[in-house]
């Protein structure tokens, strides 16, 4: 059997992209997983067309979480539910870490935006 750098080079995944093949015969479970380059939070684009695109589906995504967890609260008040409060805890630090980051979103858009000029008279 070939490394999973050799495997990987083979099949014609990019060099240097880690590849790991899973294989579990009881449970009928055969795969390849290969990691995937994610950016890091603070790793924004300088075009202000796609930062504006980011703030906008960021700005979407917070809202939707929102009402998401205000419903989950309502159902809460009324029934326990473990799983649901779990859920709504999750989802507030999810919501926190997305708040920050359409905060570093518009900030760069502050930053690369040319200044407005005030109109004169």
Request: net charge negative; glycine share 4%; hydrophobic share 35%.
């Amino acid at each position: 059997r070939l490394g999973a750098a050799a495997q990987s080079q083979r099949e014609g995944a990019p060099e240097g992209r880690p590849m790991v093949e899973v294989h579990i015969p009881k449970k009928g479970i055969h795969g390849k997983l290969e990691l995937v380059y994610k950016p890091k939070e603070d790793d924004l684009p300088d075009d202000l067309q796609l930062l504006r695109a980011i703030e906008e589906h960021e700005a979407f995504a917070i809202q939707h979480m929102e009402r998401s967890n205000h419903e989950l609260a309502e159902f809460l008040k009324s029934e326990e539910d473990e799983d649901f409060r779990v859920a709504l805890e999750e989802n507030r630090e999810i919501l926190a870490r997305k708040v920050e980051r359409l905060d570093k979103v518009r900030q760069k858009i502050r930053e690369l935006q040319p200044p407005s000029v005030a109109p004169s008279g």
